[in-house]
């Protein structure tokens, strides 16, 4: 059974930084592309960040570029998202999902984490 | 970028059916996809490549994909269908996930 549990989320001042994490676990990791998606509290979904399975392809939404960096640890199974210059704009929960494909690019996401919420104020 | 369209909200009575619409430039030449999404749950996949169901979702949920617009539909609704539905495409000129703005369904 596919597992992906998030966890680093919390409060965070404009301006600071935190750092996501999603273990993931019942599949052969490595394999796959993953994804971070968010959801500003009352609104939709809004695609963040992808990498590919080997960790050398990634991809962001317009208004995280260099600001957030996704980055994965096959060894540990584990995904990451390290988020600086926050804004209070990032505030949202934080889902971690896997994608069904293995070759590099994004398709669509078949398993998702429970999510991680991060709340960004002064 | 690519923009998906879909309506706020849409009702229907149990037992009815209910269609929630995606609007895109030529989508039916892009592959949809579907996410169901109860209060304080995690988005489940419920229809992947404009029509085909993963496992454990029942039939009574379809989808088709033509022209400017991909519809999911339900059939036979039942208050357990209440939920956001969000439409969702790969954008291949920004490499990007897109996702639509999402649909609350409501059971009158």
């Known amino acids: 059974e596919v597992q992906l549990l998030e966890s680093g989320g919390g409060l965070v001042q404009p301006g600071g930084s935190l750092r996501l994490s999603c273990a993931a676990s019942?599949?052969?990791?490595?394999?796959?592309?993953m994804s971070w998606v968010r959801q500003a509290p009352g609104k939709g979904l809004e695609w963040v960040s992808g990498i590919s399975g080997s960790g050398v392809g990634t991809h962001y939404t317009d208004s995280v570029t260099g600001r957030f960096t996704i980055s994965r640890d096959n060894s540990k199974n584990t995904l990451f998202l390290q988020m600086s210059s926050l804004r209070v704009e990032d505030t949202a929960v934080y889902y971690c999902?896997?994608?069904?494909?293995?070759?590099?690019?994004?398709?669509?996401?078949?398993?998702w984490g429970q999510g991680t919420l991060v709340t960004v104020s002064s | 970028s690519y923009v998906l369209t879909q309506p706020p909200s849409v009702s229907v009575a149990p037992g009815k059916t209910a269609r929630i619409t995606c609007g895109g430039d030529n989508i039916g030449s892009e592959s949809v996809h579907w996410y169901q999404q109860k209060p304080g749950q995690a988005p489940v996949l419920v229809i992947f490549?404009?029509?085909d169901r993963p496992s454990g979702i029942p039939e009574r949920i379809s989808g088709s994909n033509s022209g400017n617009t991909a519809t999911l539909t339900i059939s036979r609704v039942e208050a357990g269908d209440e939920a956001d539905y969000y439409c969702q495409v790969w954008d291949s000129s920004s490499d990007h996930l897109v996702f639509g703005g999402g649909t609350k369904l409501t059971v009158l």
């Open positions: 019942g599949f052969t990791f490595s394999d796959y592309v």
């Open positions: 490549y404009d029509s």
């Open positions: 999902a896997k994608d069904v494909t293995r070759i590099g690019g994004l398709d669509h996401l078949d398993h």
